[in-house]
C-alpha cells in the first residue's frame, strides 16, 4: 500500500521480451595468466552467461623462465553473446539507459579491489563467513545475479544524467531537477551494495568497465521525454518497487533482505518523481496524448510470455519463481499502474 500512496501523492502534486546482444568485452591479464583464457574459463572470467569468442591480444608483458625470454599479451578481448531480457525483468533494479531504443549496460572487468564499486567493508569478513554454509554453485548463482543487476544501477546513474539534461531542456521546476540529480546519486550507492554483496558471495573482485554512450544528446521534444518517462519508469519503476517489495518479503537471509531495503525505499521515491514529472509533463496536451497512445502498448506488452530458466532453490534469497514474478508483474500493471496513469490523464483534462 505505500508503493500507492506514493504515487497517488505524486500525481495529486504534480521495453520487453528476449534479445541476443553482442559485445566487446576485454579482459587484463594478471602476472599469473600466460595465455588468453578460452572457453568456460574465458566465459567465467569475463562473468558472463553467454559465450565468449577471443577476437584479439592487445598489449606487451615479458616472463623470463628457464632463461628464455617469452613476449605475453596483456589484455585480451572477446565477443560476448548474451541473451539479455530488456522489459519488466529489469525492474527494481534501476532504471534502464536506454540508447537508439535499446538497453545499455557496461561490461564487467576484474580489479584488484573492485573498482571503489562495492569495495569490502570492515565487517565483510563476518557477512562472506554467513554464506559459507551455501552450496558453492549457489553462491556463484547468487553473486552472478547481484553483478548483473550492479551494471543495471550503474547504468542508471547515466539515465538519470540523461533525464535530468531532458527536464532541464524543458523548463522543468527546480524540485524535479534537485529530485533527478539526488535519484542518481542514490543509483551509484545502489550499484556498490549490489558489487559489494556479490564479492561476499563468491570472494571475486569485479567493477563495470566502461559503458557506451555513443549519444550524449537529450530528448528531441517534450512528447518523446513524456513516452520514455512513462515505459522507462512510470512503468518498470514502478513495478520495479512492488517487486522488490516482494523480494524482501520471501528471503530468509538478513544481509539480503537489508540490500533490498535500501534499494526498495530508494525506488518508492523514484517511481513517485517519476509520476511528479509526467504530471508536470501532462500539463500539455499533446503530452497527454502520448500517454493515451503508450499505455495501451504498455499493457500489450505486459501480456507477452518470455522464456526464464527458474531456480527454485535461490527462492529463498529473494529471487522468486520467474512464473511467478511474471504474473505478479501483470496483477501490478493493472492493479496499479494503469489506474495512475488513467486518472493522472482524466485530472489533467480537467485542469485544461
Not at 189 to 206: I, M, P
Not at 223 to 244: I, Y
Request: glycine content about 6%; hydrophobic content about 40%.
Amino acid at each position: 500500500m505505500h508503493v500507492l500512496r506514493a504515487i497517488s501523492a505524486a500525481i495529486a502534486v504534480g521495453s520487453c521480451g528476449d534479445e541476443v546482444v553482442v559485445r566487446e568485452q576485454c579482459l587484463e591479464l594478471s602476472d599469473a595468466d600466460a595465455e588468453c583464457p578460452e572457453g568456460e574459463e574465458a566465459e567465467e572470467a569475463l562473468f558472463t552467461d553467454g559465450s565468449a569468442t577471443l577476437l584479439a591480444r592487445y598489449g606487451a608483458r615479458t616472463l623470463e623462465q628457464d632463461g628464455q625470454i617469452y613476449e605475453l599479451p596483456a589484455e585480451c578481448c572477446y565477443e560476448v553473446e548474451t541473451l539479455e531480457s530488456l522489459g519488466p525483468s529489469h525492474c527494481g533494479m534501476g532504471r534502464p539507459y536506454v540508447v537508439a531504443g535499446r538497453a545499455r549496460v557496461a561490461s564487467m572487468q576484474r580489479r584488484g579491489s573492485g573498482g571503489g564499486w562495492g569495495c569490502p567493508s570492515h565487517d565483510a569478513p563476518e557477512r562472506e563467513a554467513a554464506f559459507a554454509k551455501l552450496a558453492p554453485e549457489t553462491r556463484t548463482l547468487l553473486a552472478n545475479r547481484w553483478r548483473a543487476r550492479g551494471l543495471l544501477e550503474h547504468a542508471s546513474v547515466a539515465s538519470f544524467a540523461q533525464f535530468t539534461l531532458g527536464l532541464m531542456s524543458f523548463g522543468a521546476p527546480a524540485s524535479l531537477v534537485r529530485e533527478s540529480l539526488a535519484a542518481g546519486l542514490s543509483e551509484v550507492r545502489h550499484a556498490e551494495l549490489c558489487f559489494e554483496l556479490a564479492h561476499e558471495l563468491d570472494g571475486q573482485h569485479a567493477a563495470p568497465g566502461p559503458l557506451a554512450t555513443p549519444s550524449s544528446r537529450t530528448v528531441a521534444n517534450r512528447q518523446e521525454l513524456t513516452a520514455r518517462l512513462f515505459h522507462d519508469a512510470c512503468v518498470e519503476e514502478t513495478l520495479g518497487a512492488l517487486e522488490l517489495s516482494e523480494r524482501q518479503r520471501s528471503t530468509s537471509e538478513p544481509r539480503i533482505a537489508k540490500v533490498l531495503a535500501r534499494l526498495l525505499a530508494d525506488e518508492l521515491k523514484h517511481a513517485a518523481l517519476a509520476w511528479r514529472a509526467l504530471a508536470w509533463l501532462c500539463q500539455d496536451c499533446a503530452c497527454r496524448s502520448v500517454v493515451q497512445r503508450e499505455l495501451p502498448l504498455a499493457e500489450v506488452r505486459m501480456a507477452e510470455e518470455r522464456s526464464e530458466f527458474d531456480r527454485p532453490e535461490l527462492t529463498a534469497f529473494g529471487e522468486p519463481c520467474a512464473v511467478e514474478l511474471r504474473r505478479m508483474q501483470r496483477e501490478d500493471f493493472a492493479r496499479v499502474v494503469k489506474p495512475a496513469a488513467e486518472r493522472l490523464l482524466q485530472m489533467r483534462q480537467h485542469a485544461s
